[in-house]
């Protein structure tokens, strides 16, 4: 499960004293370092961002209600989140090469523009009554094609607007701004929006769509191609090659990305396939087509929780163990639909699994931000998100295989325990030392 506002002051703290001694033994205060600025810039991503989740979380809480309209089978259902992801296995990373080479601005408008124009095409089907499954699936994977794009524009670009004292902050606003928008606002709009009608699903983030346009093309001035590095020429070949090289011999990144794929396969599984465990007289928990939104928007308010207290909680316990420590909590907690399919505990189970995701979520982004130099993060980016997320379709495909043949806890309970593994895997191969020896300078 990709999990995606913040309330810190974008102002400067005001500095605190310390004291030093002179040669002769006085003591003398200092100031400390005033917190640095996020700047305008950053501002204008941070709203373009909440605009472009927006629209997502409408079409998150929308479209799993249309396409069961059309049909229950677990197979078709977890066909849409095949067509979502596979385009990242795919196109992952030339999707990286085209963001290390050109203007990441340039990308994400043109990824945007896209999606105005497919979305436009499903509200003129759906007005006109002419939705079917296959397609909602085409429709799916179009536009999981704009979200590799846009996605890896969008995190790459972060570095060259916020100062990299404050990555940790700038990464937890734009994760809990994705969050918020996204499930806490978005898919209970979505659910409104379905009683309305199938139009409305795809009809209002059309029109969200078309504001993110005009804010990030006429507010967001200035260039924004990475500066690259003095490096022999090469073939386009070898750059594609550059991301996974840089990948798989990483010490840090490795065994992260081993993991993190193997979460995210065994998680896509399992949630390809959760709407019908929840949603409908046939399922298990008897939620309403409007009541499932909600069970995202509770799922967000612990994600916000995380994005807000990230920065502190890095702090205290230190990345390495916050991110392995939230991977097993949220893991484990995904158990409990199953033992206990109530609603009231499937969502307090959901604060935390949304806490715990998004804490490990920020701390992940801003390693890679740290690890990575600045002119191969798309490239990087790309290879790791076609790992990562290219194992999504497969984990899809095999959640509505296995649902069908055996049964929805089957794919629940074995992708907890598949998750468990993964996790007590990067235990035992990353650590804090190994963390501070290879980070760039």
């Known amino acids: ?139 799916v994977g179009l536009y999981g094609i704009t979200q590799v794009f846009v996605d890896l524009a969008g995190s790459s670009i972060i570095p060259q607007l916020a100062p990299r004292s404050r990555l940790s902050a700038a990464n937890g606003r734009i994760m809990g701004a994705e969050t918020v928008f996204n499930n806490f606002v978005g898919g209970p709009v979505g659910g409104l929006l379905f009683v309305l009608g199938a139009g409305w699903v795809f009809g209002v983030p059309a029109a969200l769509g078309i504001a993110f346009l005009l804010l990030i093309g006429l507010g967001l001035r200035g260039n924004y191609r990475a500066e690259r590095s003095p490096e022999p020429a090469g073939s386009r070949m070898h750059e594609l090659r550059e991301g996974f090289r840089f990948q798989v011999t990483h010490p840090v990144l490795r065994p992260l990305l081993l993991t993190g794929s193997t979460l995210n396969f065994a998680n896509t599984a399992y949630f390809a396939v959760f709407i019908l465990w929840m949603v409908g007289p046939e399922s298990r928990v008897g939620l309403t087509p409007e009541q499932y939104p909600l069970l995202l928007a509770v799922l967000a308010v612990g994600a916000v929780v995380g994005a807000l207290v990230a920065e502190r909680l890095v702090g205290v316990l230190g990345e390495v163990p916050m991110l392995i420590g939230g991977w097993f909590i949220n893991s484990a907690l995904l158990l409990v639909p199953v033992l206990v399919p109530q ?28 690890l990575v130099p600045a002119d191969k993060l798309g490239k990087v980016g790309g290879a790791g998100g076609m790992i990562g997320y290219g194992l999504m379709p497969l984990g899809a495909l095999l959640g509505g295989v296995v649902a069908e043949v055996w049964s929805l806890p089957t794919v629940f309970v074995g992708a907890v325990v598949l998750n468990l593994l993964a996790v007590a895997f990067a235990a035992t191969q990353v650590s804090t030392r190994l963390l501070r020896e290879h980070e760039t300078a």
């Open 343 to 370: 609603a009231w505990a499937i969502a307090a189970a959901f604060v935390v699994v949304g806490f715990t995701n998004m804490g490990g979520n920020v701390v992940g982004r801003t390693m890679r931000q740290r």
């Open 1 to 139: 499960m990709q999990m995606k506002f913040c309330t810190y002051s974008s102002g400067e703290r005001p500095m605190s004293t310390t004291t030093t001694q002179d040669p002769t033994g006085t003591p003398v205060p200092t100031a400390a370092p005033a917190r640095e600025r996020m700047g305008r810039p950053f501002g204008i991503h941070l709203t373009g961002v909440a605009l472009a989740n927006l629209a997502d979380g409408v079409i998150l809480g929308g479209l799993p209600l249309v396409a069961i309209t059309l049909t229950r089978s677990p197979g078709e259902i977890s066909l849409l989140q095949v067509a979502f992801w596979l385009p990242w296995l795919v196109l992952g990373v030339a999707a990286g090469v085209v963001v290390d080479r050109l203007d990441r601005r340039h990308v994400q408008l043109v990824g945007a523009a896209v999606r105005v124009v497919l979305l436009g095409g499903m509200t003129w089907l759906a007005l006109t009554d002419r939705l079917t499954m296959p397609l909602l699936i085409g429709a």
